[in-house]
């Protein structure tokens, strides 16, 4: 591999970390905080997540007239901003939280859609070695997104405890039952939450200096001696390449994934924590173990793809993560193992889901032969997932979350969604399913 281009995939698996420390509070504390804040937004979060989506897959179809560096510059920036605008002291602006929320979301969206693409440019031709560079930026990512996660719950009941002059114990007890805290403790307890945000913001600006080093050309993102397309012409594009069998059955797939997710995902320590009443420190090691098992899955991913194929695989851990997502809805009836069994159930349902993280990228590239049409591949893709997950955000917020046993149902919906995604999935992209000792051709 040319040395210029393992660099430049290294500084973006930097930056995505960093992105990710963003994105592991976004989803823990930023949405606990919007929750009581605006109930509006936390409750259609994910309807929040797909506007973002439609965002980023604009933004996406500028690559190959842009690259991909100036890009990643606005992720950093846009994020880092959102954060410092939600932690203003005082009534917060509606319309404001509305915007720093869709900002903060297409900040790590983009970085994220980036990833398929920009690692296929850079491992184009490296065959077996292709789904290491994928591996390695998904499970680096997530230990990422395990430490923002563990830290933003930690940090959120330590600075709780500082400004409430209580014990860190008092203070851990206290966000079991956030509800019937006296007015003095729940101030104190919003103002650790804005303390731990603008943290967060102030270490996401960080992210854009491993940007700022990457040395990018044109041959990166663009066919050597070939003009730019025009936004028309992509639109028509948009169409040919939605005329490939494979590209339609996985669009369905991952809509209906995206779909599924949005029904709980962005609730997991909501649903811990007002749930269950599992205090907010714990439910967030809770839900950040379970992305320790992320980063231990994936070291299988590579030895998983080579048994099952990348098709078998992702069929194999959509299905088998199930049975996990169940447990987790019904924690209570654990009673006293409880928090031991529905933190197995995390961890065990995080590390399926997410071991194949790397072999769907993949997949998503090799149903679209042509470098170029890729980006706008990726387009298509989360234009498509950007639409579900509003209706999924519209869904749970005006019907499904009304209620507070609505967090439970979810999970049973979610089901649903993942089992008729692994049949589209096998069905229509089984012959992608070659072994990689096979010579699959991508």
Request: proline content about 3%; some cysteine; overall charge positive.
């Amino acid at each position: 591999m040319e040395k210029r281009k393992k660099r430049n995939i290294i500084l973006f698996i930097i930056s995505y970390v960093i992105n990710n420390l963003a994105s592991g509070v976004l989803y823990d504390t930023y949405v606990n905080y919007l929750q009581d804040v605006s109930p509006q937004i936390a409750t259609s979060f994910w309807a929040f997540y797909g506007y973002a989506t439609f965002v980023a897959a604009l933004f996406l179809l500028a690559v190959p007239k842009i690259g991909y560096k100036k890009l990643l510059m606005f992720c950093s920036l846009g994020t880092a901003a959102a954060f410092f605008c939600v932690v203003q002291n005082g009534a917060v602006s509606q319309t404001l939280l509305y915007l720093a929320t869709v900002l903060a979301l297409t900040g790590v969206q983009l970085h994220f859609v980036m990833l398929a693409p920009y690692v296929a440019a850079y491992t184009k031709g490296m065959g077996e070695k292709e789904i290491y560079w994928y591996t390695r930026t998904y499970y680096m990512g997530y230990i990422g997104y395990f430490a923002a996660t563990y830290l933003g719950g930690y940090f959120v009941v330590r600075a709780f405890s500082v400004i409430a002059h209580i014990s860190y114990g008092a203070a851990q007890e206290a966000t079991r039952y956030i509800t019937k805290m006296s007015a003095p403790m729940y101030q104190s307890y919003m103002s650790a939450n804005r303390v731990v945000l603008l943290a967060v913001g102030i270490i996401t600006l960080a992210s854009i200096i491993p940007v700022l080093l990457i040395k990018e050309e044109k041959s990166d993102y663009q066919k050597e001696n070939k003009e730019v397309i025009p936004f028309k012409e992509k639109l028509q594009l948009s169409g040919k390449v939605l005329l490939n069998r494979g590209a339609r059955f996985y669009l369905l797939y991952w809509m209906l994934i995206s779909f599924g997710m949005g029904l709980f995902t962005p609730y997991y320590t909501v649903f811990l924590n007002r749930n269950l009443h599992i205090d907010k420190a714990t439910s967030s090691l809770m839900v950040s173990i379970s992305y320790i098992a992320i980063v231990v899955f994936m070291f299988f991913t590579p030895r998983a793809v080579k048994k099952f194929g990348k098709v078998g695989t992702i069929v194999f851990t959509v299905i088998g993560c199930i049975p996990f997502m169940l447990m987790i809805a019904n924690g209570q009836s654990f009673g006293s193992l409880m928090v031991p069994i529905v933190g197995f159930a995390l961890f065990m349902r995080a590390g399926l889901a997410n071991l194949s993280s790397p072999a769907d990228s993949a997949v998503s590239m090799d149903v679209i032969h042509d470098t170029e049409l890729r980006p706008i591949y990726t387009a298509i893709v989360n234009f498509a997932s950007g639409i579900v997950s509003i209706l999924s955000g519209l869904f749970t917020g005006n019907f499904l979350f009304t209620e507070q046993s609505g967090y439970q149902t979810a999970y049973y919906y979610a089901a649903v969604c993942y089992v008729l995604a692994a049949v589209v999935l096998w069905i229509g992209l089984r012959k992608f399913n070659k072994h990689e000792s096979e010579g699959e051709e991508v």
